[in-house]
């Protein structure tokens, strides 16, 4: 009997993590966890990438849509869910993909969370003062110069990250990086890591074309119909924010679109950033065949002592 295994995949966004997800499930004849916390809203699907209905039906995919934007939902209760599916999907398979581009929510997976101490409540209030009255960009320079090590790695552009660096920072006079351990809290199971990348021209162009794809199937309705909800946390997001400035005439469509692209550019820097820090993954070019990944985690798995 072969260890249980759980293989994430990783990589900027728009690089092919979900074919390559899908195909390693249909390889492994298992099922998929993602890890993608823009793609848990059921009301959010044409900006978040959601796997089409095609991808969907061709491997058992978990944590897709299975909240609202209504409902609180971070990334610790992610971890207590994923590890609860985690050992019912190990009794029926030795092998479990884990696919997504937010790499906090991965990493709570794969290595559990980083503790921090406790902070006055009032510096919480304070920050979310400071984001209704002056906007988000004046918090983000605040934790440029606090801990600019989490600036160049966090979403700064999720409101709800940025404050809980922010908190950590002001309550106790050390930067939230320094909180991070990078201990890795003991798993029933072993971890392989894939990557995927490619030259920075490529994965651009990827993104662009990605936002043009989005604004053919839809996106401007789907943001529309949400525009009501702009001020929940989960519509904080890019591919949204940009086109509620546009609906209220702020920007033009032009240049809404063109923010989301640079906005979304930014965000694939910043995965790239994290994931350079684990020397775990192993890193495959886009055009790699399956054929050479497979034969990667054959060998990288486990095999249990005769």
Known sequence: MRSKTLISIVGPTGIGKTALSIKLAYCFNTEIISSDSRQFFKEM?????????EELSSAKHHFIQHISINDIYNVGQFEKDAMRLLEQLFKKHDVVIMV??????SNALINGLDEFPEVAIDIRQS??????????????QQLKILDKKSYETIAIDNPQRLIRALEICLGTGKPYSSFLSNSKRKRPFETISIGIKADRETIYNRINQRVDIMLENGLLNEAKALQKHKDLNALNTVGYKELFKYFEGEWTLDFAVSE???????FAKRQLTWYRKDESIAWFDYQTHVNKVIEHIENSIKKPAK
């Open 45 to 53: 699907t044409i900006g978040t990438a959601v796997p089409s209905e």
């Open 100 to 105: 997504g581009g937010s790499a906090l929510y």
């Open 127 to 140: 920050l979310n003062k400071k984001l209704q009255t002056e906007g988000i960009n004046s918090l983000q």
């Open 260 to 266: 989301i692209k640079k906005n979304t550019r930014r």
